[in-house]
């Protein structure tokens, strides 16, 4: 059973586009909602984080918005350059010290 | 900043034969490791959590005797893949925490990840 639901699987845009990934979950009890790049062959690498006190959080070009109420949280990459294509990865953890619950991955590409 | 060495990056086996995989914090240490599974295009499977002088945990489904964890120091963590066959091909990932960098209210729970070894078995 997935506790974090990662959508969508793919998507492609252009340079310059804002790819936005969606996440949702149903513990609430999760307080630490971190994001994941990950490039073929390699580990992946921490993004952005949030914990859910915190409705938006910004670093460089990646933002995550977070909706508490909803259970959502989302990535937007802004201003996206052919080098962000990666794919990404959501994930959660319970009670701060728990083990990392991972979204399905999206693989975004994004075009010159 | 936290750097996990994983080594090694590829390795090809022989059906049967045993490999080992090392992580290690090199700059911090790490009182927990986790040991993950990936098959392409997919999510990151976790597979044990192993505290520093403890046995490890296994996830539901993980076989212990197969997938052997020792984690003798808070630098260095293995996994070792015992009688090896060709469905225990996957890329590997540890991941290790370092509680030095969180911090109360932080964003930062400092969970670092090795580079992966990716795991043929011929």
């Known amino acids: 059973q997935q506790q974090v639901k990662q959508s969508p699987q793919s998507l492609i845009v252009q340079k310059g586009g804002i790819p936005i990934i969606n996440c949702a979950y149903e513990?609430?009890?999760?307080?630490?909602f971190p994001w994941y790049q990950q490039f073929p062959g390699k580990g992946p690498a921490l993004l952005i984080a949030i914990r859910p006190d915190v409705s938006e959080k910004k670093e460089g070009r990646f933002t995550i918005s977070f909706n508490k109420s909803a259970k959502q949280f989302s990535l937007h990459i802004m201003d996206s350059q052919p080098g962000d294509s990666a794919t990404y990865f959501c994930a959660a953890s319970l009670y701060s010290w728990g083990k990392l619950q991972f979204g399905a991955g999206t693989q975004v590409v994004v075009t010159p | 900043g936290a750097v996990v060495s994983q080594h090694p990056s590829r390795v090809i086996c022989k059906s049967g034969t045993s490999v080992k995989i090392e992580c290690r914090s090199l700059d911090f240490q790490a009182t927990t490791m986790f040991w993950y599974r990936q098959f392409p295009k997919q999510s990151l499977m976790l597979m044990a959590t192993?505290?520093?002088?403890?046995?490890?945990?296994?996830e539901q489904g993980v076989e212990k005797d197969k997938f052997l964890i020792n984690h003798a120091s808070l630098t260095l963590s293995t996994l070792t893949v015992t009688s090896a066959h060709p469905e225990d091909s996957s890329f590997y990932i540890c991941?290790?925490?370092?509680?030095?960098?969180?911090?109360?209210?932080?964003?930062?729970?400092?969970?670092?990840f090795g580079s992966g070894t990716r795991l043929t078995v011929v």
């Open positions: 513990n609430t009890a999760f307080d630490y």
């Open positions: 192993s505290n520093e002088g403890s046995k490890a945990t296994y």
């Open positions: 991941s290790a925490r370092d509680l030095s960098t969180v911090l109360v209210g932080s964003s930062n729970y400092g969970y670092t």
